[in-house]
């Protein structure tokens, strides 16, 4: 099996509200999106590094992205939607010999390589679509509209539920199936999916679920990115 990876890294980071698109925010003096592809490229799912690293990357600073990430790494502009910029870098990847796609956000750079590794390792033993869960630990409610707020319609049940990360796995097949099926709805924000698991389900095709992990958390706000500085720096990341 041989594995290739796209990394979404074409978003403005808005909710960051920071002066550059958020892939290219430093971290402990680095890009984000440097952090995300140093990870990526560290790991070796089935004893192999990846055969192919495509970003996506926000098509005013494309130039800024091939310097960052050198020659190996395809650069390829994204779109309006992150479902879009994915289908743009699924569109660039080697025709043949890629049997196993990850799809990953630089949003969540620092992902261990062995994240990486276990989702492939699921990909290999026969599940075509895998992604990393974690379970919650707030209470959740589901609400719904009401006069003036929102009344609690029910308590979900926490045991059913995962939080959602990526990198996700994907039998090559099956992530072209999926998005090619949703391709009308790349453009749209409100009804693009915002995972590639989510066209997976459209499909009616199962989706596994691999324990996730807390390294592996997305740098959503500012608080976000505080915490993952934080973080990093103990750890160095890895
Ligand atoms: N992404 C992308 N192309 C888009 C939108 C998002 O490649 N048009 C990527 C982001 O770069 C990020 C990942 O998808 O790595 C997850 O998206 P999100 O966390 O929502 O990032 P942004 O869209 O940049 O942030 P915001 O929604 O706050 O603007
Ligand atoms: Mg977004």
Same mark, same amino acid.
């Given at each position: 099996?041989?594995? &290739? ?19 290219? #925010? ?11 592809? =140093?990870r ?8 192999a590094?990846? &055969? ?13 992205? =091939? ?32 049997? #196993? ?18 989702v492939? &390792? ?19 409610? =589901? ?12 308590? #979900? ?25 949703? &391709?009308q ?8 999916a ?8 459209r ?11 807390? =390294? ?23």
């Open positions: 099996m041989t594995t &290739a990876a796209i990394l979404t890294a074409a978003g403005s980071g808005t909710r960051l509200g920071h002066a550059l698109p958020k892939a290219l #925010v430093p971290v402990l003096g680095e890009p984000v999106v440097v952090h995300a592809a =140093r990526l490229l560290a790991a070796r799912p089935g004893g590094p990846l &055969a192919a690293l495509v970003v996506s990357a926000p098509p005013g600073h494309l130039e800024q992205f =091939r310097t960052l990430l050198g020659p190996d790494v395809v650069v390829v502009p994204g779109g309006p939607t992150r479902q879009a910029s994915v289908a743009a870098a699924l569109a660039a990847l080697p025709d043949e010999g890629i049997d #196993v796609v990850l799809v990953h956000d630089a949003a969540r750079p620092f992902a261990p390589a062995d994240l990486v590794e276990r492939v &390792a699921a990909v290999t033993a026969g599940h075509d679509a895998v992604v990393p869960g974690l379970a919650v630990t707030d209470t959740i409610k =589901r609400v719904g509209p009401g006069t003036g707020g929102w009344p609690v319609e029910a308590t #979900v049940d926490r045991a059913e539920l995962r939080a959602v990360q990526t990198p996700q796995g994907f039998a090559r097949a099956t992530l072209e199936r999926a998005h090619a099926a949703a &391709a709805d790349a453009a749209d924000e409100s009804v693009a915002s995972d590639d698991a989510g066209l997976v389900e499909l009616g095709l199962p989706v596994w679920v691999v324990p996730g992990d807390e =390294r592996a958390a997305k740098i959503t706000t500012a608080r976000d990115l505080a915490v993952a500085e934080l973080l990093a720096s103990d750890t160095k990341g890895t």
